[in-house]
């Protein structure tokens, strides 16, 4: 007889051209702040000292832009997946902490969940949507009912108030709700401008929850 395997369903956009924009983009972007700091620093104490200050900017920055170029993320049954330079597990089931984090960048605001597993290096996190203006893009249908399930049955960090979430969000898509009314796209029009990166407790994400039809 043969072995059931669990399907592994991918949690992120398969598109090359993309992913080669980004990382051109981000290149630039290197270049532009690390030219910026070693600028300043070689008009205080030289040119060696400019140079050494603009590479030690880029390093970490061109560190950070490759792990977000190569980052994968998959859901096999309940636990996700993640790759950037190796393959981590996180269960969704037994996670210890989950956050709802909004990124803003450039006007375009990511809607991730973030998974905290209580121990060393076992986090992950999914994007569930990205918003610029009144449009955007988000996980399909299979995706989000699939993750709503696995976060139902986590009782640790109450993931309940993140499937019941998901499940309202995949409500406002089958009954025709444009972006703009869907729960995603309003929990991150809710959230501060000005930061790049703003964390929602479980206890901010179930007043919201609370609020939706």
Do not use: C, H
């Not at 990205?130 to 976060?151: C, D, H, I, P, Y």
């Not at 986590?154 to 993140?162: C, D, P, R, S, W």
């Not at 499937?163 to 991150?188: F, H, N």
């Amino acid at each position: 007889m043969a072995e059931e395997t669990t399907e592994r369903l991918a949690l992120f956009e398969e598109d090359p051209r993309g992913r080669r924009r980004r990382g051109i983009s981000g290149l630039i972007g290197v270049v532009i702040v690390a030219a910026a700091f070693g600028g300043v620093a070689g008009l205080i104490g030289g040119t060696l000292i400019g140079l050494v200050v603009a590479l030690v900017i880029a390093l970490p920055l061109l560190y950070v832009m490759a792990v977000s170029i190569r980052r994968r993320v998959w859901l096999e049954g309940s636990t996700l997946l993640v790759r950037t330079w190796g393959l981590r597990r996180v269960d969704l089931v037994t996670a210890t902490r989950l956050d709802l984090v909004i990124g803003d960048v450039r006007g375009s605001r990511t809607v991730s969940l973030l998974v905290n597993a209580g121990q060393r290096g076992k986090v992950g996190k999914v994007d569930l949507a990205v918003f610029s203006g009144t449009g955007g893009r988000e996980l399909g249908v299979l995706q989000l009912r699939k993750l709503a399930n696995a976060l139902m049955n986590n009782t640790e960090a109450n993931g309940l108030v993140f499937g019941e979430l998901l499940v309202a969000e995949l409500k406002a898509e089958a009954r025709g709700s444009g972006v703009a009314d869907r729960p995603l796209y309003r929990l991150a029009s809710v959230a501060p401008s000005g930061k790049y990166v703003q964390r929602f407790t479980m206890e901010a994400v179930s007043r919201f929850v609370a609020t939706l039809d």
